[in-house]
DNA sequence: TTGTAAGCGTTATCAT
DNA sequence: ATGATAACGCTTACAA
């Protein structure tokens, strides 16, 4: 049955001898319309092929039922976990999504987010570039009450709410754990400090340190993009170290960083943890393959995904006022594995 | 600058003393229009606050500016990087992205399929479901000459073109590769063969084997989903075997399953390469991560997205017939690392 | 180079 | 419970 010209609710309606209006509103389930007309409706709209324009349907309503959502960038474990949350509560409510990336830079950014204020979206899910220090590219949004959801890289605006985990207390655990490993030498792996998660990570790692009055040696805190290079490049640092100078644990604010620091020390002879332990950050696939298996923080990127959608799209039904919180912080667990078990006493293990 | 009202074409004509056409084509940039009234009515535009309106532009001109992508699932490596690739080529183009998963249930697909139509998708970027037989669901999209292009998991249909890589070829020299190791029983760990992936990896594991005069041991040919649990069930599978029954290598179709075999069989005390020697596919982030490095077929994702994308807009734009080509297969390059370097002899090495 | 006017397919408002 | 009619904001023949 290949149809040709588009058919309308006019078809429809001529086709029953009705009006336009009832079969919109029949279209739609209105309890307006009786019963036998509603069906006949819509079984007269799937005989003659027809399928609603969501355009004229959309100008006349002035709602999208879009979401919008700004990445840093698609091919990011977390971020693909995220959006496959976010489209499982979306799509199960009727919203779409579009999607843009950043590429961490924050002038693509101000125009992904542009874009999606011309295409009308209903509401905006957000995860920043990494030099994003301005949020004057969302005054639009803040202007028109379109609602805007942070998630994970998150910045404070009282017409916003924030969807993160509690990273202070997560890298607090993450150290003090080590701390309880017998480690006091421990070095710190961060990412650019513009951002909430890598932040608040220092912050949760330095004042573990100093509940137990431990030293910050120079240079124990280095700041990269975390890439495997990244990784890779702490370990020539360390391993450029006098041995009694090297720390005696890693804690880097991601797992591939974490991971390729890790190999690369270990093709060095350096033996892991009992020389240096390791932990990292996020629960990537990797930190189950690399030997031994790393300790982590759990961080459910389709958690905060769901979250962040769910909350967007209460809001715009009115279940909820968004505006009244602050921020969601969802619970993120420390998964100790054997890369940072020193004492063999410590019998905690995952599962 | 709060604007409450919405500004269109006519606010911005009114203001200038022009027709609201004069407006529509100067926003453009036509070149109908005199270069100065063109400037004042951008300028206008900015000064007032407008924004134009997607969904009036859209019904009027009939066309969306927007892809549909269909997904298997959302979180996973392959899809992440190849959603990458299309939103650099699309954003580039002006195109926008809807994107969709259908946590591969073909009847997820086809009520996404059914969602992008009544979007009015100007064109469709597909990745099958794993339980996909028919593509009934796609014959709205082809009779109305809306174009699709499948990637990856694809299927033949003649109103539509594919974006592959060669899996059969690429299989077919994995497998050529463990021969000229030394293995002579090798086993191949595959996915569901409805799917070309698989079944064409199959055959070109099949064919080198035939090619060489191997043959396939019983059992040697495994279908499963190629998850991380898959993966060891298939070492615990081999460790079952008296020593002389087991393989001397292990082709996988994926990196996953190859990966966390490999982790099986190292625990229970069996050398790789020298015992059984391993090959992935996808060339996946942990096949850096294990030790020995995996070998493996690299496998873009990126890449297919981004021709996938070029392709298809190309043809929207009339710059190209789509329906003229019937696939389009991309490189892909086998990298032989560690896990499957037996003969020292053999020097080729990554990079 | 600019203007006029019709129409895209819905939904909202007001009637009936 | 249904209908008539006017928007929604833009594009595009056609006219000037």
């Not at 389930?29 to 709209?45: M, P, V, Y």
């Amino acid at each position: 049955m290949a149809e040709d010209k588009e058919v309308t609710i006019y078809d429809i309606a001529k086709h029953l001898n009705l009006s336009a209006a009832t079969v919109s509103r029949g279209l739609k389930g209105s309890s307006l319309i009786n019963k036998n007309t509603r069906k006949k409706i819509q079984d007269a709209a799937k005989a003659l092929g027809y399928r609603s324009n969501t355009f004229a349907s959309n100008l006349r309503s002035k709602q999208s039922l879009t979401l919008g959502v700004l990445t840093p960038r698609l091919n990011s474990h977390f971020v693909s976990a995220a959006l496959a949350g976010m489209e499982d509560v979306a799509s199960k409510e009727g919203y779409r999504l579009i999607i843009s990336q950043s590429l961490e830079e924050v002038e693509k950014e101000k125009l992904n987010a542009q874009n999606m204020f011309n295409n009308r979206v209903d509401g905006l899910l957000v995860s920043l570039a990494a030099n994003t220090e301005s949020l004057e590219h969302f005054e639009p949004f803040f202007n028109r009450r379109i609602p805007v959801v942070f998630f994970d890289r998150v910045a404070n605006h009282p017409d916003s709410i924030s969807v993160v985990i509690d990273n202070y207390t997560a890298a607090y655990n993450v150290t003090k754990h080590l701390i309880e490993q017998g480690c006091t030498r421990i070095m710190h792996l961060g990412g650019n400090l513009l951002r909430n998660v890598y932040s608040d990570r220092l912050r949760g790692f330095k004042d573990a340190l100093k509940e137990h009055d431990l030293p910050l040696p120079a240079k124990f805190h280095q700041v990269s993009n975390l890439s495997s290079e990244a990784g890779t490049q702490a370990a020539e640092w360390i391993l450029s170290l006098p041995p009694d100078k090297r720390p005696d644990a890693v804690f880097s604010a991601n797992d591939t960083a974490a991971v390729f620091c890790m190999l690369r020390l270990k093709a060095a002879g350096i033996k892991i943890p009992e020389q240096i332990a390791f932990a990292g950050f996020n629960n990537d696939p990797i930190s189950l393959v690399i030997e031994p298996n790393l300790t982590t923080v759990d961080y459910s990127g389709y958690n905060i995904g769901q979250t962040a959608a769910k909350n967007l799209i209460n809001h715009l039904k009115g279940v909820i006022d968004i505006f009244m919180t602050d921020a969601i912080s969802l619970r993120a667990e420390l998964i100790v594995r054997a890369s940072s078990m020193r004492k063999t006493s410590d019998v905690r293990r995952e599962k």
